[in-house]
């Protein structure tokens, strides 16, 4: 949380093509549309928990099956336990497609307390702030569409400490399943986004030259 992977997978979609698939994303939208998904999922994500596997694994399951990822895609925030890992594996060979490159974005924890607290997100283009160290020219307005700019519900301290402490019990894991396979490339996430996006674009495009994913 906090390492700056939402904005640089947009960056990689951007860039490279393909959807981008956020399931943090997802759930929000699902509650902003009311939808039955959406309340549940705003539950666990107000407290700081993960959602559970089935959940997140069915909406995943179900979105990679579209034409548009059929040639592959961009998974921000996903698997986030081994059982989601697993359940990767499982709908990549299913849909005929190869390992995933794995990028860790790494992070000093001082530093994702200030991407947390001082992340602001636009309600109107989804635009992401800080009012730390990316201010917006008019304060609590979006540079492109002048929307409002709020905090997110998980954001606040208490909360933060809950995402910390589910990410060292249930994704870090995640790391070492994919490092043992050699799949994991570590990025530093410290410095300013365009920065980490250069060093990013620079691993995709080395290792698109091996061949294999992407
Ligand atoms: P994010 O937008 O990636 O920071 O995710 C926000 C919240 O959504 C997380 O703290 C979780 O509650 C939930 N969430 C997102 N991705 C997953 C996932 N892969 N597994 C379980 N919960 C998730």
Redo the contacts with the bound molecule.
């Keep these: ?1 906090g390492a700056g ?2 904005t640089q997978a947009k960056k990689v979609a951007a860039l490279y093509g393909g959807p981008h698939l ?4 997802m ?1 929000r939208d699902h509650f902003r549309r009311g939808t039955e998904l959406g309340v549940r ?1 705003k539950a ?2 107000d407290r ?4 559970p ?1 089935e959940i ?1 694994v069915a909406m995943i399951e179900q979105r990679i099956a579209a034409r548009d990822c059929a040639q592959g895609f961009i998974l ?6 081994v059982a ?1 890992a697993e359940a990767l594996d499982q709908m990549l060979g299913r849909a005929g497609l190869p390992e995933p490159l794995v990028v860790h974005v790494k992070l000093d924890a001082s530093l994702i307390l200030r991407r947390l607290t001082g992340r602001r997100v636009c309600k109107v283009g989804g635009e992401i702030y800080n009012i730390y160290d990316r201010p917006p020219k008019t304060p609590n307005r979006c540079d492109h569409d002048s929307g409002e700019l709020v905090q997110r519900d ?1 954001d606040r301290e208490e909360v933060i400490k809950e ?1 910390l402490a ?1 990410y060292e019990e249930h994704t870090q894991p995640v790391v070492a399943y994919y490092r043992r396979r050699g799949l994991v490339q570590d990025l530093d996430g410290s410095g300013a986004p365009e920065e980490v996006t250069r060093a990013l674009f620079a691993v995709i495009d080395r290792e698109e030259g091996r061949g294999g994913h992407l």
């Design positions: 949380p992977k939402g956020s399931p943090g994303d759930f999922a666990f994500m700081g928990e993960l959602v596997d997140v921000d925030g996903f698997p986030r336990t989601q998980d995402r589910a």
